[in-house]
């Protein structure tokens, strides 16, 4: 009765078919537009864009509409590449322009920044972007599932209903024959796969990794058990089609969970690692480590993170989040001593192979809560020159904003994966003493929503 209340005093209803102007995108590509004053958000919709929709939910303040037919187009809209990009929930953005994609990011990043941040007057510049952002990532994941036949693919968006797909072109060119080769494996042993409802069968993911530089492989297959049947032979197929395959490896995820990998790992060929280069720096790469998928934008984003530290070789800096170490090892270059803070066991043991690997010995990494060890490593005399973040999509936590404040650092360089968050954590910095000198988004994820940010933040 509440909810029929609740639509009745919308100005649209649900299944009724409505003409409606395009004003904006929202960060996840979504086209925004309004009804008699009811902001509706419209899937595959673009700004400039008169649009027939059907509502299919409304909530008090909001809808969503599914686009059915484009009265108006944009100037800006364009044929995607990909043939199944409407259904397949990884690209929200295909079918608009990569220029008009790039300017998107950065007023994604300016309407954060000044909305959710209240900060005005902040240098944000144009979003970097690629020359070529086609068949960028190194890193995929795809699940696999069973409808009449194996499907292997990624998720339609907002559901967990598998697209079958033999090829996308963000990823590298070796998933395709991935994915093939492990489809024609479980046919031919009729081995099962994982069904989510009921917690049973056997393959749950596979995940690739590949170094840019060095072209090195690791096929990760992610199973509901201990043991893999005919592994043996599936080690066959794979070694004897995929070029600079270095290792294959079982990731062991019994739970009923939606978190993809487990903790567990089990090498069957070769090692539990491969390598690759970000600059002049060599990284050992493992099944769990945390490594930007678009290798040759991290280069444009640490660059522009070490500039923004503006080191003269006398700093003593700290790296909160620090995962394998790639961007403290950046920083010493041209800092006197680094101190690498991470709460994953396996990326620190990583970043110190890493820094005994590319003989760095000014920088020591520590296990633990970034929240948690460095208002620690205050209390007990440490303080830094440059502190830099790099948090995951939530942000950095209050504990160590407020360490920040205290540690009093003449720079901050902030690199965020989520324009809300940092924005928020942007404003907290400007309220305890600190400003933001300039921002610089980078498009590390060409063709979605998504954009990474690097932010550089002075002490007042």
Same mark, same amino acid.
Not at 125 to 148: D, L, S
Not at 176 to 183: A, C, H, L, N, S
Not at 402 to 418: F, G, L, T
Not at 436 to 455: I, S
């Given at each position: ?240 089609? =995929?070029? !600079?395959? %270095? ?5 062991? &995820? ?5 978190? *993809? @990998? /487990? #903790? ?83 990326? =620190?043991? !990583?970043? %110190? ?5 590319? &003989? ?5 990494? *520590? @296990? /633990? #809560? ?91």
């Amino acid at each position: 009765m509440e909810k029929q209340i609740m639509e009745a005093k919308t100005p649209v209803e649900k299944n009724q078919d409505y003409i409606i102007d395009i004003t904006g995108l929202t960060s996840e590509g979504m086209g925004v537009g309004k009804i008699e004053g009811f902001t509706v958000f419209v899937e595959g919709a673009l700004p400039q864009e008169q649009a027939e929709i059907r509502i299919v939910k409304i909530h008090k303040t909001y809808g969503f509409g599914k686009l059915l037919n484009i009265i108006k187009p944009s100037i800006s809209r364009v044929e995607p590449k990909c043939g199944i990009v409407k259904r397949c929930g990884g690209c929200q953005l295909q079918h608009l322009s990569y220029e008009q994609q790039l300017e998107m990011k950065t007023q994604s990043v300016k309407d954060a920044i000044e909305r959710i941040g209240g900060l005005k007057d902040i240098k944000i510049h144009n979003t970097i972007g690629m020359k070529e952002p086609w068949r960028y990532r190194n890193k995929a994941q795809f699940p696999i599932g069973m409808n009449e036949d194996v499907i292997i693919g990624f998720y339609a968006n907002r559901t967990h209903q598998i697209v079958d797909t033999s090829k996308c072109i963000i990823q590298d060119e070796l998933n395709d024959e991935v994915i093939g080769i492990v489809k024609q494996f479980i046919k031919k042993y009729n081995l099962s796969v994982y069904n989510e409802s009921t917690g049973k069968g056997l393959l749950r993911h596979i995940m690739t990794r590949k170094g840019f530089k060095t072209g090195d492989v690791m096929v990760c297959l992610v199973i509901n058990g201990n043991k893999l049947p005919n592994e043996k032979v599936l080690i066959e197929m794979l070694t004897s089609r =995929i070029q !600079n395959l %270095k290792s294959i490896v079982l990731n062991i &995820n019994t739970k009923q969970t939606n978190v *993809i @990998l /487990g #903790e567990k790992n089990v090498v069957i060929y070769g090692e539990d690692y491969i390598t690759d280069y970000i600059g002049e720096f060599k990284f050992k790469i493992s099944p769990l480590s945390f490594f930007q998928v678009n290798p040759i934008q991290t280069e444009v984003l640490y660059g522009k993170a070490l500039e923004y530290a503006a080191l003269t070789g006398n700093e003593t800096v700290i790296d909160a989040y620090c995962g394998i170490g790639t961007i403290s090892l950046f920083l010493t270059q041209k800092a006197k001593k680094v101190y690498g803070v991470e709460i994953v066991g396996q990326a =620190i043991e !990583n970043a %110190k192979q890493n820094a005994k690997i590319n &003989n760095v010995d000014n920088v020591e990494f *520590i @296990l /633990g #809560e970034s929240e948690k060890v460095i208002p620690d490593l205050y209390k007990k005399g440490l303080t830094a020159d440059v502190i830099v973040v790099d948090p995951p999509r939530k942000g950095c936590g209050v504990e160590l904003l407020d360490v920040i404040a205290d540690m009093k650092p003449e720079r901050v360089v902030y690199v965020s994966c989520n324009p809300s968050t940092l924005a928020r954590d942007l404003k907290y910095l400007d309220e305890k003493g600190y400003r933001v000198v300039e921002v610089q988004p980078v498009d590390m994820f060409a063709h979605t929503g998504h954009v990474e940010t690097v932010a550089s933040i002075r002490r007042r």
